[in-house]
């Protein structure tokens, strides 16, 4: 079945630095949604992707769609401990399916 | 206040002693999905629902039954929990099945001993 898989699991950075995650799809995606969740919190909606190549851009938070429509990249620029958290990607049929998440901690 | 409510947020209870996870929202969604939440595994989706009296699995159903009754709700029931279903559970909505944000509940953490 659809799988989506996403890392890296874990990223400890200090405040400051860049932080990026990955997602991969075992196939063609349609659209992809990235989620945060704060510790203790549910998923919150960040932002959804659609056409191929897309990028677009969330103050420090840059999205990436890939060309094929199989991979996607989250990229936060200086990191602040407000980031704290886990980030989902979602794809996959009706973007229902989930990856793993990245954890993020950042350190002053 | 748009939301989707969860009840009940923390539930311990025995094995074989039939639940349920109540959930609700009030943006007149169509779409309903329960997921839970492991350690390492992501969010998985259980069951989910395209509008009244209209569910599907998801990847993960065994054991769980839903219910679709009225749009504004969507019940997860366990009818006989086991260990292997203590979980973090999220209730989810969004406008249609296709594509559309999903709002999520605050989560009901369950433990079966």
């Known amino acids: 079945g659809q799988q989506v898989m996403q890392i890296p699991q874990y990223q400890h950075v200090q405040e400051g630095e860049d932080f990026t995650t990955y997602c991969n799809s075992s196939t063609t995606l349609s659209n992809i949604q990235w989620y945060k969740q704060r510790p203790g919190g549910h998923p919150v909606f960040l932002i959804q992707l659609v056409k191929s190549g897309e990028v677009k851009k969330q103050k420090r938070l840059t999205f990436q769609f890939g060309e094929a429509k199989k991979n996607s990249s989250l990229h936060i620029t200086a990191t602040q401990t407000t980031d704290v958290g886990t980030y989902f990607c979602?794809?996959?049929?009706?973007?229902?399916?989930f990856g793993t998440g990245t954890q993020l901690k950042v350190e002053l | 206040e748009a939301q989707v409510t969860q009840n009940p947020r923390y539930l311990i209870t025995v094995t074989g002693k039939k639940l349920t996870v109540t959930c609700s929202q009030n943006?007149?969604?169509?779409?309903m999905s329960w997921y839970r939440q492991d350690p390492g595994l992501g969010l998985r989706q259980i069951y989910y629902?395209?509008?009244?009296?209209?569910?599907d699995k998801g990847d993960v159903p065994e054991g769980y039954k839903v219910s679709r009754k009225e749009k504004r709700n969507f019940p997860l029931i366990l009818e006989s929990p086991s260990p292997n279903q203590t979980s973090l559970y999220f209730c989810?909505?969004?406008?249609?099945?296709?594509?559309?944000?999903?709002?999520f509940g605050p989560g009901t953490r369950l433990t079966v001993t």
């Open positions: 629902s395209m509008n009244v009296e209209v569910t």
């Open positions: 979602a794809g996959g049929k009706w973007g229902v399916t």
């Open positions: 943006m007149n969604h169509e779409y």
């Open positions: 989810a909505s969004s406008l249609t099945e296709r594509g559309s944000e999903q709002y």
